[in-house]
Antibody, heavy 119, light 110 residues
Framework: QVQLQESGPGLVKPSQTLSLTCTVSGASMSSGGYYWSWLRQHPGKGLECIGY???????FYSPSLKSRVTISQDTSKNQFSLKLTSVTAADTAVYYCASGSGMEFFQHWGQGTLVTVSS | QSALTQPASVSGSPGQSITISCTGT?????????VSWYQQHPGKAPKLMIYDVTSRPSGLSNRFSGSKSGNTASLTISGLQAEDEADYYCSSYTTNSTLVFGGGTKLTVL
């Protein structure tokens, strides 16, 4: 069973970079077969897909965030990461890492981590 | 890409069946059979309930079923149980190679 766990700072100052890591267990990222994704959920709101990385290293980012987002992977540590630059209060949200055998759905989810952007 | 349209709330009594609709356009729901449904209890991560319109993840109760007609997808829950009370979100792959979500539906079990 694939398990995911997010980690990173819960508080980020405006204009700084939000950095989160997702540690994967129960599957090898380098074996292929899964898309490794980041999503977020603003307080009391719906879900938003930020982007994903495939084991080959290919990435896809949401057009609305593309200029500020980088998703990378470290297969030796079985981890993938999210960097979101120039954050504002509008980036305050619960951030989830997730995976799916298709790019269009998410079978496995981390528990989520709340990131607050505030000075 | 605009969000998919879901009713804000639906309700039903234990044992009844309910259906949640998810309306999009010919550029998302109507374009592909790539509609998914997620259940989210308060403070918890979403859980995949249906993918590719009608497929259920292994081990999931067959009380949950999905369908699609034109630009509208639907999630039906039969034999409603108290633990089904949660928020439900639909999502669809789009012709822009993005994923779009619905605004969510709060299911209340009376």
């Amino acid at each position: 069973q694939v398990q995911l766990q997010e980690s990173g700072p819960g508080l980020v100052k405006p204009s700084q970079t939000l950095s989160l890591t997702c540690t994967v267990s129960g599957a090898s990222m380098s074996s292929g077969g899964y898309y490794w994704s980041w999503l977020r959920q603003h307080p009391g709101k719906g879900l938003e897909c930020i982007g994903y990385i495939y084991y080959s290293g290919s990435t896809f980012y949401s057009p609305s965030l593309k200029s500020r987002v980088t998703i990378s992977q470290d297969t030796s540590k079985n981890q993938f990461s999210l960097k979101l630059t120039s954050v504002t209060a509008a980036d305050t949200a619960v951030y989830y890492c997730a995976s799916g055998s298709g790019m269009e759905f998410f079978q496995h989810w981390g528990q989520g981590t709340l990131v607050t952007v505030s000075s | 890409q605009s969000a998919l349209t879901q009713p804000a709330s639906v309700s039903g009594s234990p044992g009844q069946s309910i259906t949640i609709s998810c309306t999009g356009t010919s550029s998302d729901v109507g374009a592909y059979n790539y509609v998914s449904w997620y259940q989210q209890h308060p403070g918890k991560a979403p859980k995949l309930m249906i993918y590719d319109v009608t497929s259920r993840p292994s081990g999931l109760s067959n009380r949950f079923s999905g369908s699609k007609s034109g630009n509208t997808a639907s999630l039906t829950i039969s034999g409603l149980q108290a633990e089904d009370e949660a928020d439900y979100y639909c999502s669809s792959y789009t012709t822009n190679s993005t994923l779009v979500f619905g605004g969510g539906t709060k299911l209340t079990v009376l």
